[in-house]
C-alpha cells in the first residue's frame, strides 16, 4: 500500500485559495489518490477522487502531475465552516487489496 | 436513506467487559470498514470486509474481532475491553472497487 505524507497543519483567511499537498511516492498503478474532510465528532466525508491530470467537481479540485506521485487539493474561496482535518488515501478500493488507509491528515484552520 | 447507522452512539465500560458495536448499511455496498480514532489522532484501520463472507485484518486488529453478518452489517466485538481501547469508532462502507466511502456517525467508546 502506498503511504501518503501531508503537512500536519495549515493556516489560512476566508475568501482565500488554499491548496494541500499530498506525497505518494510508491503509488501503484491501478490506485487512486482520494480526499476527504473530516469535521470535528464526524466521520469523514468524500470530496474527490483522481486518477491522472486535473479533476474538478462542486467543492474542490485535484491536481495530478504526469507521475502521480504527488497530489493537490485546491480549495478554491474558502471560508470558516472549511476549517477541518483534509485526509489524502491512495489504494485501488477493490480486489484482494480493499483496504482504505487514512494517513494522520491535514488540520485546516480558516481565519476571518 | 439513513446511510450507514452505528449503534449505540456513547458507551462506557469497565474494564475486562465485553460489547459489540453494530453497523448496518442500506447502499448495498459490498465492502465494509471498522476504524477507531483517537484524540487528536487520524483513523486507524481495524479490520475490514470486501464482501459478505470475508474479513481482513487492518492495520490494529489486536484485542477486536469482527462478524459479517450479512451484507448489510458488519459488527465489531471487543472481548475484553482494556482503556486502550478508549476510542471513536467508526464504520464505514463502499461499492466494491471503490474509494469513496461513506461513513457512520460514529460511537464514543470510554473504557474505565
Known amino acids: 500500500l502506498a503511504k501518503t505524507t501531508q503537512p500536519i497543519s495549515m493556516d489560512s483567511y476566508e475568501g482565500q485559495e488554499v491548496n494541500i499537498t499530498c506525497s505518494h511516492n510508491?503509488?501503484?498503478?491501478?490506485?487512486?489518490i482520494t480526499w476527504y474532510q473530516q469535521f470535528p465528532s464526524q466521520g469523514p466525508r468524500f470530496i474527490i477522487q483522481?486518477?491522472?491530470t486535473k479533476v474538478t467537481n462542486e467543492v474542490a479540485s485535484l491536481f495530478i502531475p504526469a507521475d502521480r506521485k504527488s497530489s493537490t487539493l485546491s480549495l478554491p474561496r474558502v471560508s470558516l465552516s472549511d476549517t477541518a482535518v483534509y485526509y489524502c488515501?491512495?489504494?485501488?478500493?477493490?480486489?484482494?487489496?480493499?483496504?482504505?488507509?487514512f494517513g494522520t491528515g491535514t488540520l485546516l484552520a480558516v481565519q476571518p | 436513506n439513513a446511510g450507514v447507522t452505528q449503534t449505540p452512539k456513547f458507551q462506557v465500560l469497565k474494564t475486562g467487559q465485553s460489547m459489540t458495536l453494530q453497523c448496518a448499511q442500506d447502499m448495498n455496498h459490498n465492502s465494509m470498514y471498522w476504524y477507531r480514532q483517537d484524540p487528536g489522532m487520524g483513523l486507524r484501520l481495524i479490520y475490514y470486509s470486501a464482501s459478505e463472507g470475508t474479513t481482513d485484518k487492518g492495520e490494529v486488529p489486536n484485542g477486536y474481532n469482527v462478524s459479517r453478518l450479512n451484507k448489510r452489517e458488519f459488527s465489531l466485538r471487543l472481548e475484553s475491553a482494556a482503556p486502550s481501547q478508549t476510542s471513536v469508532y467508526f464504520c464505514?462502507?463502499?461499492?466494491?472497487?471503490?474509494?469513496?466511502?461513506?461513513f457512520g456517525q460514529g460511537t464514543r467508546l470510554t473504557v474505565v
Open positions: 464505514a462502507s463502499s461499492s466494491q472497487g471503490n474509494t469513496e466511502a461513506f
Open positions: 488515501l491512495v489504494g485501488s478500493g477493490g480486489g484482494a487489496t480493499n483496504k482504505l488507509i
Open positions: 483522481g486518477y491522472k
Open positions: 510508491n503509488i501503484a498503478t491501478n490506485d487512486y
